[in-house]
Every structure is written in structure tokens, then in C-alpha cells.
């Protein structure tokens, strides 16, 4: 008998441990894109004129004095050990604020690798200001950067500057991930960090539709396309 009781409070308790760390993981992610945003602040008060987001690659490699990445540009703003590795075939070394806790293993996008986001690209973040930039530039935007950072200024705080890579915050993520049956937007389960107060929340899915407004917020605040 009591060992039926004990097997029954377990069975009631590990689920209910089980979201408390995963919520416990999700609040941890918003402290660390707090921490990124307070820095990115830092960035437009000094160098971005009040203004301006960084103008960068959208990822945490491949970069040089004329393209630079994320963490090159963010190194002066920010106290805590910058995102390494000793070579191109090794993992990334990365801590907080650059890692989330709920980064623990690669199902989705960032490829074939069951390794995390953090180890394979650096950190476990996305930076959509630069992923607009490239695009901005590739189809002729006069002035991508400043197209892209008015086209947030619009926005105000509704629109997000970064969000986690992928959907480990989705309570079946392992299973998810590999659906191919299901919708992007039903996989949909990312922290945000939204630009102007750098406040964090989860952030909503951004359709076909909402995506090509504010696209076109860019291309006319770029001056529109041109040579």
C-alpha cells in the first residue's frame, strides 16, 4: 500500500517538476537577451547615434574589419566572455549570456548535427536587424542600415531583435522538430528580446503577410531601390 502511495505522488510530481525547470529554463533565456539588449542599447548611445542597430553579419562567424560579425561589434558593451573556438573543426565554447539552457541538442534548422545551436554557431540566438540588412542589400536598398533600424523605430516595441535559433521551448520539442508534417507556425515556441525597452516574452510567429509590411517599411525608409 505504501509503496502504491509513493509510486502515485511520483507519478503526480515529476510532470509538474518537469515545467517548473522548463519554465525555470525559459525565464533564464529572457535574462540572458535582457542582458544582450541592455548591451545593444549601449551600442546605439555610443556609436549608432540613437539611432542606428548594428550593421552586421547575422551570425557569429566568418567576418573581418569590413563585414563584421554580432560579437565583434557587441565585445565592447558586453562584461561576460565573448563566444570562442580555436578552429573551424571545434565546437564553440559559449556561457551566459550567449547560451540558452534549453539549447540542448540540434532537431531543426541549424543542421544534421544533434549537437546545440551554442556549439555549432556560436550562440543560440537569431539577430533579424542583420538577416534584413543582407536581404535589404541584395535587392538594391539604397541605405539598408538605416531602412532597417527606422523600419523598428516604427514598430516600436512590438517588433523583436532577436529570438532563440529554434523551438526548444515547445513542450514536445524533440518530437516536434522532426515533424515535417506540422506547420512552422504550430512549431512556434521562441523567447523574444523586442526592440526600443528591450523588453522579453514569448515571441509571436510572423507571417507571410506582417513579414512583407515591414519589409516594405524598409525599402522606404532605404530610400527605395537603386544603384
Not at 563566444?83 to 551566459?96: G, H, I, K, Q
Not at 506547420?183 to 507571417?207: C, I, M, Q, S
Request: charged share 25%; net charge negative.
Amino acid at each position: 500500500m505504501v509503496i502504491s502511495i509513493i509510486a502515485l505522488l511520483i507519478g503526480v510530481l515529476l510532470p509538474a517538476l518537469g515545467r517548473s525547470r522548463d519554465v525555470a529554463r525559459r525565464v533564464k533565456c529572457q535574462v540572458n537577451m535582457r542582458s544582450i539588449g541592455t548591451s545593444l542599447q549601449m551600442y546605439m548611445d555610443t556609436e549608432g547615434k540613437g539611432l542606428y542597430l548594428p550593421k552586421v553579419r547575422p551570425i557569429n562567424d566568418g567576418g573581418n574589419e569590413n563585414d563584421p560579425t554580432l560579437m565583434a561589434v557587441m565585445e565592447k558593451y558586453i562584461t561576460s566572455a565573448m563566444p570562442f573556438r580555436n578552429s573551424e573543426l571545434e565546437d564553440w565554447t559559449v556561457s551566459d549570456p550567449f547560451r540558452c539552457p534549453s539549447d540542448l541538442g540540434g532537431y531543426g534548422e541549424v543542421g544534421q548535427s544533434d549537437k546545440p545551436a551554442w556549439a555549432q554557431i556560436g550562440w543560440s540566438y537569431r539577430y533579424f536587424p542583420g538577416e534584413l540588412m543582407v536581404a535589404a542589400e541584395l535587392i538594391t536598398v539604397r541605405n539598408p542600415h538605416f531602412g532597417v533600424s527606422k523600419a523598428y523605430e516604427a514598430q516600436g516595441n512590438r517588433a523583436f531583435i532577436l529570438t532563440d535559433y529554434d523551438d526548444w521551448h515547445h513542450p514536445r520539442w524533440k518530437n516536434i522538430a522532426l515533424d515535417t508534417d506540422m506547420t512552422e507556425e504550430g512549431k512556434w515556441n521562441r523567447n523574444g528580446l523586442f526592440y526600443g525597452d528591450w523588453h522579453t516574452a514569448p515571441a509571436k510567429f510572423v507571417n507571410e503577410e506582417t513579414g512583407r509590411d515591414f519589409f516594405a517599411d524598409v525599402i522606404k525608409f532605404g530610400g527605395g531601390l537603386g544603384g
